[in-house]
Nanobody, 114 residues
C-alpha cells in the first residue's frame, strides 16, 4: 500500500499564505485521484479539495477562491496553496486518495493566529 507524508504547515497570521506538500510512495499516484482533508480540534475530519489524476480540481465551499490544489505526477507530489488564511483554517491537514484507500499520514499542523 502506498504511503503519504504531508509537510509545509506552520504558524501564520490571518491573511497569510502557506503551501502544503504531500509526498506519495509507490507507482499508483499518477493513476489515482487525490484529496486534501483537515481536522480541527474537537471536530470531524472534513474534505478540503479533490484533484483527479488528470488535474481537474474541486473545492469545498469554505476554501473556494482561497486554496488551490495541484499535483506533479512525475514527482509523486501533490500541493495545496493556501491564501487569505483565516483562524477557522486552523487544523491538521492530511492527504489521501479520493476514496481514502491509503493509510493516513501524520498530517501537518496549520495554525492561523495573530
Amino acid at each position: 500500500q502506498a504511503q503519504v507524508e504531508e509537510s509545509g504547515g506552520g504558524l501564520v497570521q490571518p491573511g497569510g499564505s502557506l503551501r502544503l506538500s504531500c509526498a506519495a510512495s509507490g507507482s499508483m499516484f499518477s493513476k489515482t485521484d487525490m484529496s486534501w482533508w483537515r481536522q480541527a480540534p474537537g471536530k470531524q475530519r472534513e474534505l478540503v479539495a479533490l484533484i483527479t489524476r488528470g488535474g481537474s480540481a474541486n473545492y469545498a465551499d469554505y476554501v473556494k477562491g482561497r486554496f488551490t490544489i495541484s499535483r506533479d505526477n512525475g514527482r509523486n507530489m501533490m500541493y495545496l496553496q493556501m491564501n487569505s488564511l483565516e483562524p477557522e483554517d486552523t487544523a491538521v491537514y492530511y492527504c489521501n486518495t479520493r476514496w481514502l484507500t491509503w493509510a493516513w499520514g501524520q498530517g501537518t499542523q496549520v495554525t492561523v493566529s495573530s
